[in-house]
């Protein structure tokens, strides 16, 4: 069930397309010397489009950020110029990464997940109304074929 939801977030055009652009940019350095830039270059865009969709399965904002952040922390791995940008991209993703964990907010559209009353708002809200009473539903008569509207 939630591997059909990842499935159908992906297939949309707004993100198909840039995870399979940034799929192509990751392999380009399998194919032609880069130099780690376009590979880069799609981790990043892998990990914004595929934190996107993270977020909207979720309905938390910040994993689209989190997301992102692990897209450019794996520029680390894929440039290889120096120790000094190495450390760079791990500081800008780990930043992206805690910027997004110390939001904790959450998408304010209707389509998400609502969010749930924690036990001491459901505790206060039952002293406060009381127990809740079922609703009985009425039994559907069957019209009579005699009677005339």
């Known amino acids: 069930r939630t591997l059909r939801r990842w499935v159908d977030e992906i297939i949309r055009a707004g993100v198909l397309l840039p995870v399979g652009a940034g799929f192509a940019l990751l392999l380009s350095g ?3 010397p ?3 830039v376009l590979p880069t270059a799609g981790a ?3 990990g ?3 934190g996107l969709v993270w977020a909207r399965i979720t309905g938390r904002r910040a994993r689209h950020q989190i997301g992102l952040g ?3 922390a794996c520029g680390a791995l894929l440039t290889r110029w120096s120790g000094v940008t190495d450390a760079l991209f791990l500081v800008g993703g780990g930043a992206v990464i805690l910027s997004a964990i110390s939001r904790r907010s959450r998408a304010p559209d209707q389509e998400e997940r609502p969010s749930r009353r924690s036990k001491r708002e459901r505790s206060e809200r039952s002293e406060r109304e009381g127990p809740r009473r079922k ?3 009425r039994k559907r008569v069957p019209a009579d074929p005699r009677r005339r509207r």
């Open 135 to 137: 609703r009985r539903r």
């Open 44 to 46: 990043v865009l892998l």
């Open 70 to 72: 692990i897209g450019i």
């Open 34 to 36: 880069t130099g780690g």
């Open 48 to 50: 914004d489009r595929l």
């Open 30 to 32: 399998l194919v032609m």
